[in-house]
C-alpha cells in the first residue's frame, strides 16, 4: 500500500472523526490528536511519481482537509470559549467569597468644616 493510500484512509478516518459529536471531548481530542500525528508522518513520505489514481486520491485530501481545518478551528473555539467562562466563573467567585478584597484602601476622605 503507497503512502498515498495510507494518507488518503488516515485523513477520511480524522475527518470521520471529526463529524461524529461526541461528548466526551478529551477522548476525542486525544483520536484527533493520535491522527493528526500518523498523518504528518505520512506526508512527509509522500514522493512522486504519482499515477492519476494517486492524483484524484490527492485532490480529494486536499478537499477534506478544507473542512478539517473548519471543523479543527471551530473546535479551537470552543475550547477558547470554555477556557474564558472558567476565568470568569473563578474570579466571580473569588469575587463572591472575598467582596472586600478589591477595595483600594489609599482613598482619602475630606471632612469640609463649617
Same mark, same amino acid.
Given at each position: /500500500?503507497?503512502?498515498?493510500?495510507?494518507?488518503?484512509?488516515?485523513?477520511?478516518?480524522? @475527518?470521520?472523526?471529526?463529524?461524529?459529536?461526541?461528548?466526551? !471531548?478529551?477522548? @476525542?481530542?486525544?483520536?484527533? &490528536? $493520535?491522527? @493528526?500525528?500518523? !498523518?504528518?508522518? @505520512?506526508?512527509?513520505?509522500?514522493?512522486?511519481?504519482?499515477? +492519476?489514481?494517486?492524483?484524484? /486520491?490527492?485532490?480529494?485530501?486536499?478537499?477534506? *482537509?478544507?473542512?478539517? &481545518? +473548519?471543523?479543527? !478551528? +471551530?473546535?479551537?473555539? +470552543?475550547? $477558547?470559549?470554555? %477556557?474564558? /467562562?472558567?476565568?470568569?466563573?473563578?474570579?466571580?467567585? *473569588?469575587?463572591?467569597? *472575598?467582596?472586600?478584597?478589591? %477595595?483600594?484602601?489609599?482613598? /482619602?476622605?475630606?471632612?469640609?468644616? *463649617?
Amino acid at each position: /500500500m503507497t503512502s498515498v493510500i495510507k494518507c488518503y484512509e488516515v485523513t477520511r478516518s480524522l @475527518l470521520q472523526v471529526l463529524q461524529k459529536k461526541s461528548t466526551e !471531548r478529551d477522548q @476525542l481530542l486525544e483520536e484527533i &490528536d $493520535q491522527l @493528526l500525528e500518523v !498523518r504528518q508522518a @505520512l506526508l512527509v513520505e509522500l514522493t512522486p511519481p504519482y499515477t +492519476s489514481e494517486e492524483k484524484e /486520491m490527492g485532490k480529494q485530501i486536499i478537499k477534506w *482537509n478544507k473542512e478539517i &481545518d +473548519s471543523i479543527l !478551528r +471551530s473546535v479551537h473555539e +470552543s475550547i $477558547q470559549s470554555d %477556557i474564558q /467562562m472558567t476565568s470568569k466563573k473563578k474570579t466571580s467567585v *473569588n469575587k463572591y467569597t *472575598n467582596p472586600y478584597a478589591s %477595595i483600594q484602601q489609599d482613598g /482619602m476622605f475630606y471632612d469640609k468644616k *463649617n
